[in-house]
Nanobody
Framework: QVQLVESGGGLVQAGGSLRLSCAASGRTWINYNLGWFRQAPGKEREFVAAINWADGSTHYSDSVKDRFTISRDFAKNTMYLQMNSLKPGDTAEYYC????????????????WGQGTQVTVSS
């Protein structure tokens, strides 16, 4: 059974940092690409970043590039999102997701989703 479990969300002041984790189980993740999406109240779920589990290649949205870093730990089967220089506009529920195709920004191409973790950035 596939499980993606996010953790690490919380309340932080603008300019601060948080690190999100996504613990992945139930698949041989070397064949997958994992990504982070976020959804603010009243808005569409949007792409944040993605990583190829095998070679570590990455893809970022323009809104987080140079502030966020996606990474993975083979031994722990865990993906991370290091978020620096946080802004109030980063406030959202953050979801991890997995697909077998590519480090795509297209959410419909992701087959598995976690339950989300809330990030709130105060001004």
């Amino acid at each position: 059974q596939v499980q993606l479990v996010e953790s690490g969300g919380g309340l932080v002041q603008a300019g601060g940092s948080l690190r999100l984790s996504c613990a992945a189980s139930g698949r041989t993740w070397i064949n997958y690409n994992l990504g982070w999406f976020r959804q603010a109240p009243g808005k569409e779920r949007e792409f944040v970043a993605a990583i190829n589990w095998a070679d570590g290649s990455t893809h970022y949205s323009d809104s987080v590039k140079d502030r966020f870093t996606i990474s993975r730990d083979f031994a722990k089967n865990t993906m991370y999102l290091q978020m620096n220089s946080l802004k109030p506009g980063d406030t959202a529920e953050y979801y991890c997701a997995a697909n077998r195709y590519s480090i795509t920004a297209v959410k419909s191409q992701y087959d598995y989703w976690g339950q989300g973790t809330q990030v709130t950035v105060s001004s």
